[in-house]
Nanobody, 120 residues
Framework: QLQASGGGLVQAGGSLRLSCAAS????????MGWFRQAPGKEREFVAG???????FYIDSVKGRFTISRDNAKEMVYLKMNSLNPEDTAVYYC????????????????WGQGTQVTVSS
């Protein structure tokens, strides 16, 4: 089970940190990631993190977003800086047992989303 939180309303240029609590399986054996879906658009893979902390980002968030994980707490985070209105979306926490998922974006397990709204 994946429970995302931390979304909200922020002004352009601001920051948010999303959190995702995982339960039910051995967290450290899963790769994790974040997707987002903006109104009227398809879901978009944003960032992934491997079991050992390797990371992947899509170009539009490189240098602004940071994904991290705490295996002891069974948590994954997405720190988002320099937010702009194009980042407005529902953000989803995802997990998968396949090692490659963190950069292919092919995840089987999805949590509920958390809304991020960036005002201009």
């Amino acid at each position: 089970q994946l429970q995302a939180s931390g979304g909200g309303l922020v002004q352009a240029g601001g920051s948010l940190r999303l959190s995702c609590a995982a339960s039910g399986r051995t967290f450290s054996s899963y790769v994790m990631g974040w997707f987002r879906q903006a109104p009227g658009k398809e879901r978009e893979f944003v960032a992934g993190i491997s079991r050992t902390g390797g990371t992947f980002y899509i170009d539009s968030v490189k240098g602004r977003f940071t994904i991290s994980r705490d295996n002891a707490k069974e948590m994954v985070y997405l720190k988002m800086n320099s937010l702009n209105p194009e980042d407005t979306a529902v953000y989803y926490c995802v997990a998968d047992s396949q090692a490659s998922a963190y950069y292919t974006g092919r995840f089987d397990y999805w949590g509920q989303g958390t809304q991020v709204t960036v005002s201009s």
